[in-house]
Nanobody
Framework: EVQLVESGGGLVQAGGSLRLSCAAS????????IGWFRQAPGKEREELSC?????????YYADSVKGRFTVSSDAAKNTVYLQMNSLEPEDTAVYYC????????????WGQGTQVTVSS
């Protein structure tokens, strides 16, 4: 069974940090890139970043998070991380990870999401 499980969300004050984790199982981790997305209430889903899980190559950061968010991959643990610093209330959303054959392709598998709430 394919699973992507996000964790690490929560409530944080503006200016704070959180680290999200995306634990993958049920598929060959090295064959996929992992993307991070978020969706705030009433807004469209936004792609934040994408990383090649086998070699850690980062192909994309959205302008909205560039310089504040950092994605990394631990292939030994089949886990991808999203370090989020200098959080702003506008970062409040449900955060999802997804597995993609290529970062340019639509994801094949999605996690269930984790809520991040940033208070002002």
């Amino acid at each position: 069974e394919v699973q992507l499980v996000e964790s690490g969300g929560g409530l944080v004050q503006a200016g704070g940090s959180l680290r999200l984790s995306c634990a993958a199982s049920g598929f060959t981790f090295d064959d996929y890139a992992i993307g991070w997305f978020r969706q705030a209430p009433g807004k469209e889903r936004e792609e934040l970043s994408c990383i090649g899980s086998s070699d850690g190559s980062i192909t994309y950061y959205a302008d909205s998070v560039k310089g504040r968010f950092t994605v990394s991959s631990d292939a030994a643990k089949n886990t991808v991380y999203l370090q989020m610093n200098s959080l702003e209330p506008e970062d409040t959303a449900v955060y999802y990870c997804a597995a993609q054959i290529l970062c340019s392709e639509y994801p094949r598998y999605w996690g269930q999401g984790t809520q991040v709430t940033v208070s002002s």
